[in-house]
Nanobody
Framework: QGHLVESGGGLVQAGGSLRLSCAAS????????MGWYRQAPGKQRELVAT???????NYADSVKGRFTISRDNAKNTVYLQMNSLKPEDTATYYC??????????????WGQGTQVTVSS
């Protein structure tokens, strides 16, 4: 069993910054990729950024150069630093992580979501 808890969302003006955190807990043998996704009202959930256990990153084109994903493997935590925020970044942001057990089985977990609202 795994559990993800996000924090750091809020209301910010356009051009501002926010930092999201997501802490993983539970029966963790190891965590493979971790990532952030977002869903705006009336739209499908979309990838924002992912990071592997080795630190390789991947970003959506819409956030490249503005957002930075990082992780602290010792704390089982992933972060999303969001700079130069735009109103179109407004969405519920979800943390995702792939847990792996000692038998190499993998399990996908999602956080409950944290709201990010960017005012113009």
């Amino acid at each position: 069993q795994g559990h993800l808890v996000e924090s750091g969302g809020g209301l910010v003006q356009a051009g501002g910054s926010l930092r999201l955190s997501c802490a993983a807990s539970g029966s963790i043998f190891s965590i493979n990729a971790m990532g952030w996704y977002r869903q705006a009202p009336g739209k499908q959930r979309e990838l924002v950024a992912t990071i592997t256990s080795g630190g390789s990153t991947n970003y959506a084109d819409s956030v490249k150069g503005r957002f930075t994903i990082s992780r602290d493997n010792a704390k089982n935590t992933v972060y999303l630093q969001m700079n130069s925020l735009k109103p179109e970044d407004t969405a519920t942001y979800y943390c995702n992580a792939e847990f792996q057990d000692s038998d190499y089985a993998t399990y996908d977990y999602w956080g409950q979501g944290t709201q990010v609202t960017v005012s113009s």
